[in-house]
């Protein structure tokens, strides 16, 4: 594996900087209504986080610029706090420029929101296509055309609004949201670990609209510190620990002609509005309703005119209900496709609109799941009969497109579509005419392209080969190919693993490891994709490391057997298998077993401090905004997995890292943000004061201003791994 010693060997301060290493790249792809135009953002040449807007003429053949957003908001832009939050939430923190957009339903115009002001974009257009919406002092969020085309509606100070494009005649929809009352808008649960990031949903003929009133009165007020480089404010920031009451959600249906606003029948309680959505005919709605144990998923229809509810269906689980949004009516007939993972294993079933099962649509020990989501439903072809949907059935490292029979009495084996072994991710051309495929590997950058519903390829609109234009291209003699496979957990169930050699990897030598683990629930690190976002892995190879990460029990997308291995106790499955990890580790001839770090980010944060507290195996490691005692974390993701710590105060006891302090094993570099308003600050501060209570030495960084996603921020992110690297450098 010895590598040509000319060769450029990749750095982070390259990683960070532009263009792309991964080369040009599709952001938010949407297909136009009439299908001609796919539509991307896409990073500038100089600038990988700043996003333009591009077009791809499915008739030409050709990509334009269709809006430069410099040119456009002709000065720095600065969001409003509501905003960065929101964009912490979404993970798109570290973008600028035009991070979303919208169609309008006749497909003739875009809606752009940019600098806090909303821009319509007329494709059409002989001259001057963009019209400024709106120029306000305010900032408007959460922006979007209503489904008919004739309003656009957003959030700013707290209430809705809507624009009649018709007269262009602004309304306020709501006016009494202020202080701790806001209106559409989703409440920090449902952004952070719910996936709903609206408040407010529109009915399919544009004559109602649905929107939450959400109240923060009950959810304990915590005092945070943001410091940054130029001082500190003190916030009073309502956070839902677990335990605490959450946040008061209602919803509500206002008539817009009338004005009439109902009240609908939702029976909460201190459970959670986890989805909304239209029926067909604009006058029900379905709501997904869960109690605060998160053990069941009620389905509701409600009557818009009443806001009475009716029940159409129920979910129950032992352990927990995941959530999703594979909910899908169809428009030819009276049913709708719903997903569930009552087999163990998560998968469609298609129901009547009075909530009675017709039959099941897959079947099968996979999961029918899509690119680190829950979210497997890619579309129905009614006229045809077939639904198309991503899954892991050919192996749970890639994700493949597959299409089944709607009228299939009993699940029959799925067909797949997409050919590459890989990582796909799929949408549908309207009228199911075809798809977009995102697709990479390991040895492959993502490239996208469009496709016959057989598979066949119809246009190229990223090839992103590694040929000598490729920005990674002078990398390739010094990248090292990753190799993948499993391990048995002592249950006997199968540990997937990826292994990155050093890049000069000599016979008879030994070299140190450093483990980059997750290894918490919902999310799945080992996957045959192109770098995962793991650049660093690459940099460490380079140095002489060797890279090892194992998906643990209690990873996602893997069936109930699996996932939920760490009922009622975080730190002890996940542990024990990366510890069997350590073991195979150490069977390996240029593996030096006295020479093993960790490294990890939020929950692998807390993983490396458990590591590095319950076991010996390690000599060093990194924890990165590690949850310190999960009694400080949110109520919905923490209640999902441990419950009330009323019920399971010996769960939350045993999960929490700060009593093993004075049992460190190696060094540690313990690593915040200042201004974390997710994983807050307040855990590593908790585990400074008992590691220094047991005079128990460890180095520290923290970050001013820095928030949870501080890694993949340009500056911060840069010095953050090349301290890292430094660290173990030194220290293994």
Same mark, same amino acid.
Not at 80 to 96: I, N, Y
Not at 508 to 516: A, E, F, I, L
């Given at each position: 594996m010895a590598i040509n010693a000319t060769a450029a060997q990749l750095t982070v301060e390259r990683i960070f900087g532009a263009p792309d290493l991964g080369g040009p790249r599709l952001r938010e792809a949407k297909f136009s209504p009439d299908g001609r135009y796919v539509t991307y953002l896409q990073g500038k040449q100089d600038n990988k986080?700043?996003?333009?807007?591009?077009?791809?003429?499915?008739?030409?053949?050709?990509?334009?610029?269709?809006?430069?957003?410099?040119?456009?908001?002709?000065?720095?832009?600065?969001?409003?706090?509501?905003?960065?939050?929101? $964009?912490?939430?979404?993970?798109?923190?570290? @973008?600028?420029?035009?991070?979303? &957009?919208?169609?309008?339903?006749?497909?003739?115009? @875009? @809606?752009?929101?940019?600098?806090?002001? @909303?821009?319509?974009?007329e494709l059409n257009a002989v001259a001057n296509p963009v019209t400024r919406l709106t120029n306000t002092a305010g900032y408007e969020t959460d922006s979007r055309f209503s489904p008919g085309g004739r309003y656009v509606s957003f959030i700013r100070d707290q209430n809705l609004f809507a624009i009649d494009l018709r007269t262009r005649q602004e309304r306020a929809l709501t006016t009494d949201g202020a202080g701790l009352v806001q209106n559409g808008v989703a409440e920090f649960i449902a952004q952070e670990e719910m996936d709903r990031d609206t408040g407010y949903w529109w009915s399919?003929?544009?004559?109602?609209?649905? &929107?939450?009133?959400?109240?923060?009165?009950?959810?304990?007020? =915590?005092?945070? &510190?943001?410091?940054?480089?130029?001082?500190?404010?003190?916030?009073?920031? $309502? &956070?839902?620990?677990?335990?605490?009451?959450?946040?008061? =959600?209602?919803?509500n249906v206002l008539e817009l002609a009338s004005g009439k606003v109902t009240p609908v029948e939702l029976q909460l309680g201190d459970g959670y509005l986890a989805r909304v959505d239209w029926f067909a005919d604009s006058k029900h709605l379905a709501i997904q309703r869960q109690p605060r144990d998160q053990k069941r998923l009620d389905l509701l229809k409600i009557d818009a005119a009443s806001g009475g509810a009716q029940p159409l269906l129920t979910e129950t689980s032992p352990n927990w209900i995941e959530l999703n949004s594979d909910l899908h009516f169809l428009k030819q007939r009276a049913a709708f496709v719903w997903s569930s993972r009552r087999s163990g294993y998560k998968h469609l079933y298609l129901y009547d609109l009075d909530g009675k099962l017709l039959r099941p649509l897959t079947a099968g020990e996979w999961m029918a799941v899509g690119n680190n989501t829950e979210n497997g439903l890619v579309g129905v072809d009614e006229k045809h009969g077939n639904v198309y949907f991503m899954a892991n059935a050919a192996s749970t490292l890639e994700r493949q497109l597959y299409v089944t029979s709607l009228d299939t009495r009993t699940p029959e084996t799925p067909q797949r579509i997409s050919r590459e072994s890989g990582w796909h991710d799929v949408k549908l051309l309207p009228g199911e005419r075809g798809y977009l495929d995102v697709y990479s590997s390991p040895d492959q950058p993502p490239n996208a392209s469009l496709h016959k519903l057989d598979g066949s390829l119809q246009h190229w609109l990223v090839r992103n080969a590694l040929d000598e234009t490729h920005p990674y291209h002078q990398f390739l003699d010094a990248h090292v190919k990753e190799e993948f496979g499993s391990i048995a957990a002592e249950d006997g169930q199968q540990l997937n693993y990826r292994l990155t050699k050093p890049a000069q990897l000599q016979a008879g030598q030994r070299y140190p490891v450093v483990v980059d683990v997750y290894g918490g629930p919902h999310n799945q690190y080992v996957?045959?994709?192109?770098?995962?976002?793991?650049?660093? $892995?690459?940099?460490?190879?380079?140095?002489?490391?060797?890279?090892?990460?194992?998906?643990?029990?209690g990873s996602g997308f893997r069936g109930n057997a699996f996932e939920t291995a760490l009922a009622q106790r975080f730190g002890k499955v996940e542990v024990t298998d990366q510890l069997r990890g350590v073991e195979f580790l150490k069977t390996l001839e240029f593996v030096d077993p006295q020479r093993i770090g960790i490294m990890g980010w939020s929950y692998g944060g807390f993983m490396t401090l458990m590591a590095l507290t319950t076991t010996d195996a390690f000599k060093a490691g990194v924890a990165g905004a590690p949850v310190t005692d999960w009694r400080v974390y949110d109520t919905h993701y923490t209640e999902r997995y441990l419950g009330m710590p009323s019920a399971n105060a010996s769960g939350y006891a045993a999960s929490s890292v700060?009593?093993?302090?004075?049992?460190?094993?190696?060094?540690?570099?313990?690593?915040?943000g200042m201004a974390d308003d997710n994983v807050l600050f307040t855990h590593s501060t908790m585990m400074m004061q008992a590691l220094q209570s047991k005079t128990q030495q460890f180095d520290m960084m923290t970050y001013p201003g820095g928030k949870h996603g501080l890694v993949r921020m340009q500056q911060q992110g840069r010095h953050f791994y090349e301290?890292?690297?430094?660290?173990?450098?030194?220290e293994l």
């Amino acid at each position: 594996m010895a590598i040509n010693a000319t060769a450029a060997q990749l750095t982070v301060e390259r990683i960070f900087g532009a263009p792309d290493l991964g080369g040009p790249r599709l952001r938010e792809a949407k297909f136009s209504p009439d299908g001609r135009y796919v539509t991307y953002l896409q990073g500038k040449q100089d600038n990988k986080d700043q996003l333009d807007l591009w077009a791809f003429d499915t008739q030409t053949g050709k990509s334009r610029l269709l809006v430069d957003s410099r040119a456009l908001l002709g000065g720095e832009e600065r969001l409003s706090a509501e905003e960065e939050a929101r $964009r912490e939430r979404q993970r798109t923190a570290s @973008l600028r420029g035009i991070v979303e &957009y919208q169609f309008a339903a006749d497909g003739r115009r @875009l @809606l752009i929101p940019l600098g806090g002001d @909303l821009y319509l974009y007329e494709l059409n257009a002989v001259a001057n296509p963009v019209t400024r919406l709106t120029n306000t002092a305010g900032y408007e969020t959460d922006s979007r055309f209503s489904p008919g085309g004739r309003y656009v509606s957003f959030i700013r100070d707290q209430n809705l609004f809507a624009i009649d494009l018709r007269t262009r005649q602004e309304r306020a929809l709501t006016t009494d949201g202020a202080g701790l009352v806001q209106n559409g808008v989703a409440e920090f649960i449902a952004q952070e670990e719910m996936d709903r990031d609206t408040g407010y949903w529109w009915s399919p003929d544009d004559s109602r609209i649905a &929107y939450t009133r959400i109240d923060d009165a009950p959810v304990q007020e =915590v005092e945070r &510190y943001e410091i940054n480089a130029d001082g500190a404010r003190m916030y009073r920031q $309502r &956070y839902p620990a677990a335990g605490t009451p959450n946040t008061r =959600v209602e919803l509500n249906v206002l008539e817009l002609a009338s004005g009439k606003v109902t009240p609908v029948e939702l029976q909460l309680g201190d459970g959670y509005l986890a989805r909304v959505d239209w029926f067909a005919d604009s006058k029900h709605l379905a709501i997904q309703r869960q109690p605060r144990d998160q053990k069941r998923l009620d389905l509701l229809k409600i009557d818009a005119a009443s806001g009475g509810a009716q029940p159409l269906l129920t979910e129950t689980s032992p352990n927990w209900i995941e959530l999703n949004s594979d909910l899908h009516f169809l428009k030819q007939r009276a049913a709708f496709v719903w997903s569930s993972r009552r087999s163990g294993y998560k998968h469609l079933y298609l129901y009547d609109l009075d909530g009675k099962l017709l039959r099941p649509l897959t079947a099968g020990e996979w999961m029918a799941v899509g690119n680190n989501t829950e979210n497997g439903l890619v579309g129905v072809d009614e006229k045809h009969g077939n639904v198309y949907f991503m899954a892991n059935a050919a192996s749970t490292l890639e994700r493949q497109l597959y299409v089944t029979s709607l009228d299939t009495r009993t699940p029959e084996t799925p067909q797949r579509i997409s050919r590459e072994s890989g990582w796909h991710d799929v949408k549908l051309l309207p009228g199911e005419r075809g798809y977009l495929d995102v697709y990479s590997s390991p040895d492959q950058p993502p490239n996208a392209s469009l496709h016959k519903l057989d598979g066949s390829l119809q246009h190229w609109l990223v090839r992103n080969a590694l040929d000598e234009t490729h920005p990674y291209h002078q990398f390739l003699d010094a990248h090292v190919k990753e190799e993948f496979g499993s391990i048995a957990a002592e249950d006997g169930q199968q540990l997937n693993y990826r292994l990155t050699k050093p890049a000069q990897l000599q016979a008879g030598q030994r070299y140190p490891v450093v483990v980059d683990v997750y290894g918490g629930p919902h999310n799945q690190y080992v996957k045959k994709e192109w770098m995962g976002g793991g650049y660093f $892995r690459q940099i460490l190879a380079q140095h002489g490391f060797v890279v090892f990460t194992l998906d643990n029990r209690g990873s996602g997308f893997r069936g109930n057997a699996f996932e939920t291995a760490l009922a009622q106790r975080f730190g002890k499955v996940e542990v024990t298998d990366q510890l069997r990890g350590v073991e195979f580790l150490k069977t390996l001839e240029f593996v030096d077993p006295q020479r093993i770090g960790i490294m990890g980010w939020s929950y692998g944060g807390f993983m490396t401090l458990m590591a590095l507290t319950t076991t010996d195996a390690f000599k060093a490691g990194v924890a990165g905004a590690p949850v310190t005692d999960w009694r400080v974390y949110d109520t919905h993701y923490t209640e999902r997995y441990l419950g009330m710590p009323s019920a399971n105060a010996s769960g939350y006891a045993a999960s929490s890292v700060i009593p093993n302090a004075g049992a460190l094993h190696g060094k540690l570099l313990l690593v915040h943000g200042m201004a974390d308003d997710n994983v807050l600050f307040t855990h590593s501060t908790m585990m400074m004061q008992a590691l220094q209570s047991k005079t128990q030495q460890f180095d520290m960084m923290t970050y001013p201003g820095g928030k949870h996603g501080l890694v993949r921020m340009q500056q911060q992110g840069r010095h953050f791994y090349e301290m890292v690297l430094r660290f173990f450098e030194r220290e293994l």
